[in-house]
Structures are given as C-alpha cells and as structure tokens.
C-alpha cells in the first residue's frame, strides 16, 4: 500500500520559515518524480515546485527563489524549505508521487502564516 505522510505544517508569522517532509513508504521511491502542491481557501489547487528522479527541480513563480525542494532517497522523504513565508502562503500543502505506478497524493498539511 502507497503511502505519503507529510508533516511539518503549522502556525509561523509573516517573515518566518518552515520546512515541510513527507515520507513515502510502497513505493520504488528514487524513481519517483516528487511535487508539492498547495490549496488556499476559496482558490484554485498550485503546483509549487517538483524535484524529479533525475534531482532536476520547477518552482511555481510564486515561491522562486525563497524556497527549495529536496529529496533523500535513502529516507523516502521530500522536503520543502520555505522561507519568507508571507499570508498568501496560507494553505493546504500536498505531497505527490508520479511514476510508473501510477500517481499518489498525502493528505496535506496545513500551513498558516499570520500577518
């Protein structure tokens, strides 16, 4: 059973970091393309930024250059380091798994940034 569990969210003022994980577990995980989507209240669901197989990396226009995704395939994890975070940050982040098994979705973790 495909399982990505992430962890990391929480409450942090306007200007601060977070550093989000997920760990998957079933899957071949170092093949996998790895992403980290984010759903706001009332918006639309953004891809914030992938980490593919290969380590090659995309971030959303949004987050560039504030934040970093990563991967350690010996621990089935990707990260996502986001500094400063601002309000607009506010929402549900999901991690997602893609590849030749198929596409898998955690349940998300809540980010909420206070002005």
């Not at 992430?6 to 093949?31: H, K, N, P, T």
């Not at 971030?59 to 970093?68: E, L, N, P």
């Not at 400063?84 to 893609?98: G, H, I, M, Q």
Request: charged share 15%; with cysteine.
């Amino acid at each position: 059973q495909v399982q990505l569990v992430e962890s990391g969210g929480g409450l942090v003022q306007a200007g601060g970091s977070l550093r989000l994980s997920c760990a998957a577990s079933g899957i071949f995980f170092s093949s996998y393309h790895m992403a980290w989507d984010r759903q706001a209240p009332g918006k639309q669901r953004e891809l914030v930024a992938i980490i593919t197989s290969g380590d090659n990396t995309v971030y959303a226009d949004s987050v560039k250059g504030r934040s970093t995704i990563s991967r350690d395939n010996a621990k089935n994890t990707v990260y996502l380091q986001m500094n400063r975070l601002n309000p607009e940050d506010t929402a549900v982040y999901y991690c997602k798994a893609s590849g030749v098994g198929g596409i898998y979705e955690g349940k998300g973790t809540l980010v909420t940034v206070s002005s």
